[in-house]
């Protein structure tokens, strides 16, 4: 009786944490990047418009999830940074609710710009993934009570990279999609959300690859496919099955992730090429591909019809998402550009290496808007839900809000 | 209807309060097992997820026979366990109960106990009396967690640095030998070697690590697009040191290197030539008194292969994505006796400036970096070693 009561109520939280205002993976919900119904503010300083500012005990380029009112971070920690943390944060205050931290079973030597919390955690609303360089994936409830762990490295002993593994994992449907490709043992995996177990397991194409998969949405849930970049190109599965529905050739970047916006796949090959998925035993029809749109680690941004890409030196890029069409260029302050920028209520936030955020208003010219120093090294990809930006350091984890 | 459900629910949980339910010994023997039973590929986990919710259930006294519990545990395993301590230690602590402390700190002092579950009891005590790490600390020195022995290191290098900085470099010289005696991590041993190089003293810091300075090589032989890796060249399966074979290009032979690098490096593009598409086999002779779990730890940007007295012990097909110290660790075994350790050593043929280095650095430890040496290894001279 006890535990029906209990499971009951669990029901009704998750029930009520479920909200449009979530941010539950790399780039949000959608993978898109861009928050519909969210306008966090556009200029903030060390007094004004930040709600709060937590410590964190580990590094990490991972970004924050947001899960109803939790705010979830990963780090990691020690000299060889092998101590995993997942933290819980209130959102409306900060305060900690729980902290779970576990020893790496994989190899977590990296560059040292990156650290074994590099890729970003995941969520389905009810449980929370986190992943590691280490290639391990710890399954959490909302409370941070532990559901299971994988350890893949473990289980595969050649999937690693001595530069540090980077790829977020992704929900589709009930399967949490993890991709390791290396040098080496090169896999990507669907995995039960219930229990971990391979639901399925594809060799990959033997290069590193940092870049994550997306999930492009079919017009029923059951036509939803995901998408695998490589060097060889791009591989749309099942996600319950890891079937391999279709392939489009091409010569994908490694490190920026495509995104899809209305059925159009951008993807990171020769600058940026923008397909429409097949339908039926057709081809990907190319749409259009341009040289001068050309992302280098940062992700395309696809917002309000228009797409930004950080590309080196700084120089960020808008075109117009149909054509591809270059429409504007502004240099950005310095060059190194890790975040991918992230879009709401007309803005484009980017993030430089040293910690500037750059507010740009979307639009047909480039129109800097705000600007603020963190004085801390941010490579993270920031959230944003409820008007709230949220961006973490090595140190910190910031809420950006009014 | 919900309200009706939530109300229940709220009343049903004030009753419980968030307190443990009492799980009884043989249930958290029972619990532990079937978490212990996790394997590769998710093997086990469904019934240890529901194990692990019984587990958490646990009351604080349970604490230090759940930590026992990771003297046997897989590192999967281990994860599940060290959880479900932290779980249970929360909700006490929040709850404002008290934990078994002198049991956990019996459970600490005693070294045989796994080294990070002793490091997670020890973190429990500090978070209960943070004035716990000053009273152990000092004992701790040599302590098989490395994380309680960094700490026990960091202590003592604070200690000397502030003689140091007080011009007490007399006092501070043997603190900073003692640290560094007692350091594993590369941090702490430069610091300590640092001082120690400017009061005068020098280091052998190969014999500190127990990387093997003393090698045969032969090569170079043909890796040509990437094809030698798997490729068994004649040293693979041939342990005459004086025979002669087809390398790359021409007839190659067994000669041998010591290497002098401070960290072990064996660098064959300068050892040999800056061959391309080319690999060389490195093989040293380890003398061991006894038959011993060991580290293999190895540091290469380049593919390789290591066999322990002829039995493979890994293999990578990597190239150019950097090199550090302990970047593979590959558990083995000595055998008492003589030991041949040989590696394989590929170098690709890219050419960026960045993808040229062809070389390697092993050492032998015990999984706390603690150097293992071959009872054969020449006594140390006297150098100085403070620049890499």
Known sequence: MQRTIITLLALLVLTTSVTAADWRQFRGNDGSGVAVDAAPPTLWSDTQNIAWKVDLPGRGLSGPIVIGDRVVVTASSGFAQDREHVLCFAAKDGRLRWHRQFWSTGRTMSHPKMCNATPTPASDGERIFAFYSSNDVICLDLDGDLQWFRGLNHDYPNVSNSLGMASSPIVAGDTLIVQAQNDSDSIAVGLDVATGANRWKLDRPILANWTSPIVVKGKTPDADVVLLLSSQGVTAVEPRSGRKVWEFAAECGQIPSATTVNGIVYVPAGGLTAIEPPSGSDSAKVLWQSGRVRPITPSPLIYEERVYAIGSGGVITCADARSGEQLWQFRLKGGLYYATPVAAGGHVYVFHEDGTAQVLKSGDRAELVGSHEFKEPILCTPAIAGNALYVRSDGHLWKIAQ | ?388
């Open chain 2, 1 to 388: 209807m919900w309200w009706r459900t939530a109300w229940m629910a709220v009343v049903a949980c004030s009753m419980f309060g968030q307190s443990s339910e009492g799980v009884s010994a043989a249930d958290v023997a029972s619990n532990l097992k079937t978490i212990k039973s996790v394997g590769a590929e998710a093997k086990g986990n469904a019934a240890a997820s529901r194990a692990w919710a019984e587990l958490a259930k646990a009351d604080a006294k349970s604490l230090p026979d759940i930590l026992v519990a990771l003297d046997d545990a897989s590192p999967l395993a281990a994860n599940w366990i060290r959880s479900a301590v932290e779980t249970i230690a929360d909700r006490e602590l929040n709850a404002k109960r008290p934990l078994p402390i002198v049991d956990l700190e019996k459970y600490l002092a005693e070294t045989s106990h796994d080294p990070r579950g002793r490091r997670l009891a020890f973190e429990l005590l500090t978070r209960v009396d943070p004035k716990t790490a000053d009273r152990l600390l000092p004992g701790m020195l040599n302590d098989p967690s490395v994380e309680i022995r960094r700490d026990a290191v960091a202590r003592l290098l604070k200690q000397a640095n502030e003689l140091f900085d007080a011009d007490k470099t007399d006092d501070a010289k043997p603190v900073y030998q003692q640290a560094l005696t007692a350091a594993r991590d590369d941090d702490q041993v430069q610091a300590a070697v640092k001082r120690l190089s400017e009061l005068g003293q020098a280091v052998d810091l190969p014999r500190h690590f127990g990387f093997i300075q003393d090698w045969s090589l032969i090569g170079p032989f043909d890796n040509t697009g990437k094809a030698g890796f798997n490729v068994v060249f004649p040293p693979e399966n041939n342990d005459d040191l004086t025979a002669e074979f087809k390398g790359k290009d021409q007839k190659v032979r067994w000669t041998k290197t010591f290497t002098t690098d401070n960290y072990g490096i064996v660098d064959l593009a300068k050892v040999q030539a800056p061959h391309k598409g080319a690999i060389t086999y490195a093989r040293a002779e380890f003398m061991s008194d006894k038959a011993r779990d060991v580290d293999f730890r190895l540091g290469t940007p380049n593919s390789w292969k290591l066999w322990v007295n002829s039995e493979l012990a890994f293999s990578r097909e990597e190239y150019h994505r950097g090199m550090a110290l302990d970047q593979y660790r590959v558990r083995g075994r000595l055998k008492a006796g003589k030991n041949v350790i040989l590696l394989k050593v590929c170098q690709n043929e890219q050419t960026e400036e960045w993808a040229q280095r062809w070389q390697f650095q092993l050492r032998v430890c015990d999984a706390t970096g603690t150097a293992i040496l071959s009872t054969t290894r020449p006594v140390a001279e006297k150098k100085d070693v403070t620049s890499r």
